[in-house]
């Protein structure tokens, strides 16, 4: 359920990216990690400790880069190390820039069950693959957006950290036929 959660978090962060409004908040610090995995147009980043009950294998997208107005399909490979109970939450940050556009907190249970799929919390340990497949607004903003993602367990103990940075401002090369 974590690693679709994952999926639906960011396909949600970018959906609701396109639809919130900027607070207004700006912030004060910018930490830049060096992205583990960098593609075109966006990179991941493992922010988890390697104790933490889920473990974030990789993240793929397709097509890559993503591009606005398109299906974008999400493959998220995950192992459970430690089953995951009703309970586990994520707090997602999502940023333009250095402007705060989105945080919140979700049920990632919950999510899994809205989610059209067969992972159930309580997830038992294993390796997962999720697939999931979004339409990406049209109208999202050319800019650079970041997406934290932290998760808990339901004892608030670490569940995994991802952090993901999409850029949309990236002039993508035009393919054939265009
Ligand atoms: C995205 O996929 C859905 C379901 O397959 C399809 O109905 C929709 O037309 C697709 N959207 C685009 C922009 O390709």
């Not at 009703?86 to 990632?108: H, M, P, R, S």
């Not at 050319?142 to 993602?149: G, I, M, R």
């Amino acid at each position: 359920m974590a690693r679709l959660s994952v999926l639906a978090l960011l396909a949600l962060s970018l959906f609701s990216v396109s639809h919130a409004t900027p607070l207004g908040s700006q912030e004060t610090l910018a930490v830049q990690e060096p992205p583990v995995h960098t593609t075109e147009g966006w990179s991941w980043s493992d922010c988890g400790l390697s104790t933490d009950p889920i473990q974030i294998e990789s993240i793929d997208v397709s097509p890559d880069p993503p591009k606005p107005g398109q299906n974008m399909t999400v493959t998220v490979k995950a192992s459970a190390v430690e089953t995951v109970e009703e309970g586990a939450y994520a707090d997602v940050t999502v940023k333009l820039g250095l402007i705060k556009l989105l945080q919140k907190q979700f049920d990632l249970c919950e999510e899994a069950r809205n989610a059209d799929t067969t992972v159930k919390c309580p997830v038992d340990k294993g390796s997962y693959e999720v697939v999931q497949t979004v339409e990406l607004p049209k109208e999202i903003p050319k800019a650079k957006f970041s997406v934290d993602v932290r998760a808990y367990t339901y004892d608030d103990e670490d569940l995994f950290c991802v952090n993901l940075k999409v850029d949309f401002m990236k002039k993508f090369p035009l393919k054939f036929g265009w």
